[in-house]
């Protein structure tokens, strides 16, 4: 009788210690070599490594890779940085790159591993806002601060009924704001009246800048004599480019991407439509000049979030570092990149922890930051307060034309 | 002249889709099978091109001859891997296969080289014509061309030479054109070359027209052709090339009538409108199937 009393106890007491150590693995779970279940503390979530995790997921491969690696390029110089200099808080960083293949369902299965296989513990989210959007719930819930390096649609930190996605962050402007510079820049430096939209109705960004640039232009006093739209894919716009070219504007703003808008110049000068054309940071990419053809180009400008040709001293030190590391010219996805990390890194630095909570307060509570892509501070919505500098394309190169200041 | 010009944009448009269309409706034509992985050749011909002209060099003429031949071979081992043993297979599995050997295509061409869009280079002389006001591209004019040359070949091929004598036996009856001596296997492997090395053209066509080539890019210029094909009469090679035309004109008044992001669909109405009304297409014979 009393051997199986103690037996039972025994049994019990080794149930219950399993239990517990099972449940400490799965917390450390993941974060593979060295650092062995032994890291003793309870309570939090296993980060307490010596390495900080920074999940990356981003449009590696698909129709928007050459964002996502861009941005991957940028953060990896600036994590060099940072580690040589001896990390954050005595701390290495350790990017954990995940591929999003540009699509929504598979940003939403990347930014999961990240959470619960790779144990993150900040994400920088996907390139483009309709795949981050995908993804804000995750951050959210699971409390892993997330920020976005150019997801410029309002909605990524907003959300419709005004609530804020309390883990969202973003290091770019948003698309108003795009919209609004563009048609202050129409009216006021070119000077122009009349004229018209063609946008990507397909993405959420292109939507949004398009609905702030007609709002503006019509606050300015100018006119939208013509609109149209096409879906992504596209490969022939010269109907819709022949209908808008019959209405004689004399400026057409075009936001989209690369891939449609590098064919939409071509195919609009070829119809010999020669009004200046105008995009946002969404034309921002070599292909585009591949595409359109540098000549096309000529007599077009996009709003950007930086130029690698402002004189100022910090961008010229980080346009150096970069030619050095890659041999070639960063883009500003390049800059947003690393930017990104940056704006992380002094996030945890006055956090002083690695606690998502405590992190997501120390972005939000970002002052005065000075980085690559201009001073910036976080306002009440978590965006971006920052300027924009408009560039000129002049034979396929990208000549710095004026800042706006916000 | 908006309207000369929408007929302009609408004509190059739909000679792309003839282009294509041609290479469809042959195989069709002569074995009954709906070949889906036809726009995927279209798709591997614009790669071929694309390296022969940035690799290796080539001039147009050189690219597009090259990017032919080795579609030819794509589409003769296609046929003998995926499609030949399927013969006496029912309709609906040769279909599914086509539909399958289509997504290998696609998919293990991103495997190697990812889904990144690659841009053409300028390999034509590029003049701009004006008349009446509407601008010509002196490349629309090449692919006219080249459409209307390659739909001539094609319709000689088929009724003027043995090869071609044979493939009409074939189409009209495999069993019977064995017995009186005809080498099927050849004669459908011939087919395959043809057809294959038509949207092989198309590809490199395609690509120094619109610049941007990816490898999903034959999805939809492939399910145009099949609409074109069906709309002028699937089997019948002038059908296809006037299924195409009617179809990128239509196209380009749907988006010109400021429709833009209806254009697809509308393609797709008139597959479904040509199926109910007249499911032989415009040209095609109005026959029973054998069952």
């Known amino acids: 009788m009393e051997e199986t009393k103690k037996l039972k106890k025994y049994a019990s007491l080794f149930l219950a210690s399993s239990l517990v150590v099972g449940a400490l693995a799965g917390c450390s779970g993941g974060s593979d070599g060295g650092d062995d279940s032994s890291s003793g503390d309870s309570g939090s979530s296993g980060g307490d490594s010596d390495v900080i995790k920074i999940g990356a997921n981003l449009e590696l491969t698909g129709s928007v890779a050459s964002y996502g690696s861009s941005i991957k390029q940028g953060a990896e110089l600036a994590i060099e940085e940072i580690n040589a200099n001896g990390g954050i808080n005595g701390k290495q960083i350790k990017l954990v790159p995940v591929d999003n293949k540009s699509e929504n369902a598979e940003a939403v299965s990347a930014a999961q591993r990240l959470v ?40 990524v930190t907003e959300n419709e009924d005004g609530s804020i996605n309390e883990y969202v962050f973003r290091t770019c402007f948003i698309d108003p704001f795009q919209g609004i510079i563009a048609a202050n820049f129409a009216t006021e430096e070119l000077g122009v009246k009349n004229v018209a939209i063609f946008a990507d109705n397909s993405s959420d960004y292109a939507k949004g800048l398009a609905a702030a640039f007609k709002e503006q232009i019509e606050a300015n006093g100018g006119k939208v004599v013509a609109e149209a739209a096409y879906v992504a894919d596209d490969t022939d ?24 808008v590098g064919l939409i110049v071509k195919q609009a000068r070829e119809l ?12 921002d990419s070599p292909k585009l000049v591949e595409l359109a053809g540098a000549e096309n180009l000529n007599n077009s400008f996009i709003i950007n979030h930086y130029s690698s040709e402002d004189p100022d001293q910090k961008i010229q030190d980080f346009v150096k570092a970069f030619n050095d590391k890659y041999g070639e010219s960063p883009n500003a996805f390049h800059a947003l990149g690393y930017d990104t990390v940056y704006f992380i890194k002094d996030a945890i630095e006055r956090a002083g922890s690695l606690d998502g909570e405590k992190i997501k307060d120390a972005l939000a509570a970002t002052k005065e930051i000075s980085l690559v892509s201009g001073t910036f501070s976080v306002d009440e919505k978590h965006n971006a307060v920052k300027s924009a500098t408009i560039l000129e394309y002049v034979d396929g190169q990208q000549k710095f034309k004026t800042k706006i200041e916000p | 002249m908006d309207w000369l010009q929408q007929l302009i944009n609408g004509i190059s448009l739909g000679s792309i889709y003839a282009l294509i269309a041609l290479g469809y409706t042959m195989v069709y034509g002569i074995i009954k099978l709906i070949n889906f992985a036809h726009g995927d050749v279209f798709m591997l011909g614009a790669f071929i091109g694309f390296f022969a002209i940035t690799r290796w060099e080539m001039g147009f003429i050189p690219a597009l001859i090259t990017a032919m031949i080795l579609c030819a071979i794509i589409g003769v081992i296609i046929e003998r891997v995926a499609y030949k043993r399927l013969r006496t297979a029912t309709r609906i599995a040769a279909l599914t296969t086509a539909i399958g050997v289509s997504f290998l295509i696609e998919y293990t061409m991103i495997f190697f080289r990812g889904a990144t869009p690659e841009a053409y280079p300028q390999v034509l002389p ?46 009209h009856d495999a069993d019977a054109a064995k017995l009186m001596g005809i080498n099927v296997d050849n004669t459908i492997s011939a087919t395959f070359a043809i057809g294959s090395s038509l949207a092989g053209a198309a590809g490199v066509i395609f690509g120094s027209y619109y610049t941007r080539i990816d490898p999903l890019m034959g999805v939809l210029p492939g399910l145009k052709a099949f609409i074109a094909a069906v709309l002028g009469g699937i089997g019948s090679i002038p059908g296809a090339m006037v299924g195409g035309f009617i179809l990128g004109i239509i196209e380009t008044i749907v988006s010109a009538i400021g429709f833009s992001l209806w254009r697809d669909a509308a393609a797709f109405v008139i597959l479904i409108l040509i199926l109910i009304l007249r499911p032989a297409g415009l040209f095609g014979k109005n026959i029973r199937e054998k069952v």
Do not use: C
């Not at chain 1, 804000?136 to 410029?152: C, D, E, L, W």
């Open chain 2, 126 to 171: 590029k003049t701009t014509i004006n008349i009446l006001g509407a601008n010509i591209n002196s490349q629309t004019i090449l692919i006219l061309v080249v459409t209307i040359t390659l739909m001539i070949l094609l319709q000689f091929i088929v009724h003027k030479t043995k090869i071609g004598k044979a493939m009409r036996a074939v189409s």
């Open chain 1, 272 to 283: 010999g439509i020669d009004v200046p054309l105008m995009g946002a940071d969404g034309w």
């Open chain 1, 116 to 155: 619960s296989q790779e144990k993150v513990d900040v994400m920088i989210g996907p390139a483009t806002s309709g795949n981050v959007l995908a993804t804000v719930q995750i951050a959210n819930q699971n409390k892993i601060p997330m920020v976005t390096a150019s997801g410029t649609a309002p909605n």
């Open chain 1, 237 to 260: 716009f010269k109907a819709s480019l022949t209908t808008l070219k019959s209405k004689n504007p004399e400026f057409i703003f075009i936001p989209g991407y690369y891939e449609e």
